[in-house]
């Protein structure tokens, strides 16, 4: 999870790169950056959420699989992109 402190920061670095580049204007900077940050700890959040289900569905399956074993990474990273896929991001 991103603290507060890092979100806030990444928040800052995101509207910078973004108005260097030309991609925005704005008349309150601080506006820009609290959306910002509303915007990124909404994407952590659902994150955590989806990681969440994928490690909840690797646990009940009937046969334990360790975790950090390389087929845990292998249902990890199919069961992510299923979550994912029904989430509000689509990457």
């Known amino acids: 999870m991103l603290s507060s402190d890092r979100q ?3 928040s ?3 509207v910078e ?3 260097n ?3 925005i204007q704005y008349r309150d900077k601080n506006k820009v950056i609290r ?4 915007a990124l700890s909404f994407f952590v959040q659902e994150h955590e959420q989806i990681e969440q ?5 690797i646990a009940s399956l009937k046969r334990k699989v360790p975790e950090s074993s390389s087929e845990w990474e292998v249902l990890y990273s199919r069961y992510y992109e299923e979550e994912l896929s029904r989430s509000h991001f689509k990457l």
Do not use: D, M, Y
Not at 35 to 38: F, G, K, L, N, P
């Open 8 to 10: 806030s920061h990444w």
């Open 21 to 23: 580049k030309g991609l």
């Open 53 to 57: 289900k994928v490690c909840q569905k």
């Open 35 to 38: 959306a910002t940050r509303r």
């Open 17 to 19: 790169e973004l108005l």
């Open 12 to 14: 800052l670095l995101i």
